[in-house]
């Protein structure tokens, strides 16, 4: 059973930055695709950033430069994270970490079906 669990969120001002992370237990096949995704107030769930078990990556546009995925593995529980720089108010937004290959609210982003997903950290930009 895959678990995920989001820490890190927080308030900051605009130019701030956050780190995100993930404990995700249970993710012991190969070949893993993990992400990070957000749903500001009002809108729709976009995806931010995915890693692939092979350490490649993929940023939205809107974060290129300014937000950075990584994962550690010790111990057998997989850590993912996300370093957000120089942030903005349009940043604001429940973020909530995804693995790939779970049953629940399936969602393809970038060439990977996101099925398990954390309960969310919030994380406010003020002006």
């Known amino acids: 059973q895959v678990q995920l669990v989001e820490s890190g969120g927080g308030s900051v001002q605009t130019g701030g930055s956050l780190r995100l992370s993930c404990a995700a237990s249970?993710?012991?096949?190969?070949?893993?695709?993990m992400g990070w995704f957000r749903q500001a107030p009002g809108k729709g769930r976009e995806g931010v950033a995915i890693i692939h078990s092979d350490g490649g990556t993929s940023y939205a546009d809107s974060v290129k430069g300014r937000f950075t995925i990584s994962q550690d593995n010790p111990k057998n529980t997989l850590y993912l994270y996300l370093q957000m720089n120089s942030l903005k108010p349009e940043d604001t937004a429940k973020y909530y970490c995804?693995?790939?290959?779970?049953?629940?609210?399936?969602?393809?982003?970038?060439?990977?079906?996101?099925?398990?997903w954390g309960q969310g950290t919030r994380v406010t930009v003020s002006s």
């Open positions: 995804a693995a790939d290959r779970g049953p629940y609210d399936r969602t393809w982003y970038r060439g990977c079906t996101f099925g398990y």
């Open positions: 249970g993710v012991t096949y190969s070949n893993y695709c």
